[in-house]
């Protein structure tokens, strides 16, 4: 059965919404997209939730003309400027020594329980990253092992309640219905990663107009995340101060001729801010090494992030750099260079069926990883931001709370009251069972003869 997905990415300078059809083979189509100019947004975070809604409309419906078609399902990007990230992880006993889904949600679920959340953040992806089974370490996959233990380790992605809040609040005064929220980042690296790089282990920045998020995918999963306030913008403000020319001037300089090597002594003339009719010549070289000392600055500020996150060495595979500043020329080299030599390239999202000449550019990673999300391409394993568990390409509905997690063929339930009831009260909830149990008149005997020891 087909199923049209509608992903939105809620950038800091546009707004990019684009209908996609999963076929029933599994592969993804686009039908249609819709750009508008992002309002009410600064630095990844919503300032006006009206002009913020008004963007995102307008977005939709263009995506929807050229589409011609309904969706089905909407999944919307949110901004790591909202996140913290939190580690944790669950340990379960399996006694059939049969691990399943069950056992892998369990085992999740009780990683989810342990983590300690502070109460203004709600939990966005929880994402496990190390498998163990009786001791044993870096198991890729324990689905269908033999075992009498499993343990998870979890990368767990937060985001805070109100800008969630005010988020949804946007996208549903456009008309629309969220399914999913996908943190930027981790949309961007299922665009534009592929399976080696994320064996060996890569780091994935996407440098936007305003922000720039930073993921660290090692192994089965993504390990980090971070971000940081600066983005092209910034680049187009520094052009307008030293140049003295209005920042629209400014914006068409960095687009016309933003390049990190250009030697050229060529002038070109521009408006004089705050002058109407008046104009002045200035070098291209001079335009060069303002944006050199922008993109070099915001580069060594990176690399440091990275060398505190503490994954620098399980970097194999190197930089991916995206997004929209990305197009500047000479950014790879000089990634390179402020990198330490780790190898660096600018990668555009992955090719797919009607996929349009414009979305090709760096700039749209992060709506077509929206898209490739929504049609299953994600971790092996996640708890989503519906609290869903999803298993390669299977959305399976997670349990609601631990303390519904059933053990031992579910003759024993587990609640946080357990922490503190007495073994004589532990014994009494095994004797009020459910009246239907087959086992209950075992249990009310057992009860009865037991209480006598306490």
Same mark, same amino acid.
């Given at each position: ?177 969220? !399914? ?159 990198? !330490? ?83 004589? !009260? ?29």
């Amino acid at each position: 059965m087909n199923t049209t997905i509608l992903g939105i990415d809620i950038g800091s300078t546009k707004i990019c919404a684009i209908i996609a059809q999963k076929n029933i083979d599994g592969n993804l189509k686009i039908l249609g997209a819709g750009i508008a100019k992002s309002q009410g947004l600064k630095k990844g975070i919503i300032t006006n939730i009206e002009l913020a809604s008004s963007s995102i409309k307008n977005a939709l419906n263009d995506a929807k003309r050229v589409a011609g078609t309904q969706y089905e399902s909407v999944v919307v990007s949110i901004s790591g400027a909202y996140t913290k990230s939190v580690e944790s992880i669950g340990v379960v006993n399996v006694p059939n020594h049969d691990i399943g889904i069950r056992e892998i949600n369990r085992a999740m679920q009780m990683a989810d329980h342990n983590a300690n959340i502070p109460n203004e953040y709600e939990k966005l992806h929880i994402l496990p990253y190390n498998f163990k089974v009786d001791g044993q370490e870096y198991i890729e996959d324990p689905l269908g092992m033999n075992g009498s233990r499993l343990e998870v380790q979890v990368h767990i992605i937060t985001v805070q309640k109100t800008s969630l809040s005010n988020l949804e609040k946007a996208v549903k005064l456009a008309g629309v219905s969220i !399914d999913n929220v996908v943190l930027t980042g981790y949309a961007s690296e299922i665009a534009v990663v592929n399976d080696d790089e994320k064996e060996l282990g890569v780091v994935v920045i996407d440098i936007g107009g305003a922000t720039c998020n930073m993921i660290i995918h090692a192994g089965n999963s993504l390990r980090y995340n971070d971000f940081l306030g600066i983005g092209s913008n910034n680049i187009t403000n520094d052009l307008s101060t030293a140049l003295h020319t209005p920042l629209s001037a400014a914006s068409k300089i960095k687009i016309n001729y933003g390049a990190l090597n250009n030697n050229s002594s060529e002038l070109i003339e521009l408006p004089i801010i705050g002058d109407d009719g008046s104009t002045h010549e200035v070098s291209l070289d001079i335009v060069s090494n303002v944006i050199y000392a922008r993109v070099e600055e915001t580069l060594m500020i990176l690399a440091k992030m990275l060398e505190d996150s503490g994954f620098k060495d399980q970097i194999g595979a190197g930089i991916v750099l995206t997004g929209g500043l990305t197009k500047i020329g000479g950014i790879r080299d000089l990634a390179t260079a402020v990198f !330490d030599n780790l190898p660096a390239r600018v990668a555009k999202p992955k090719e797919m069926d009607g996929l349009f000449e414009t979305l090709r550019d760096p700039s749209y990673s992060t709506a077509i990883g929206l898209v490739l999300y929504g049609g299953g391409h994600f971790t092996p394993y996640e708890i989503d931001s519906n609290k869903k568990l999803r298993y390669k390409n299977e959305i399976i509905e997670a349990q609601k709370n631990i303390e519904e997690s059933f053990i031992d063929e579910g003759v024993e339930k587990i609640s946080k009251k357990d922490e503190i009831l007495s073994p004589k !009260d532990k014994l009494a909830q095994l004797a009020i069972m459910d009246d239907s149990s087959k086992t209950n008149g075992f249990f009310t005997s057992l009860w009865n003869r037991l209480t006598q020891l306490f």
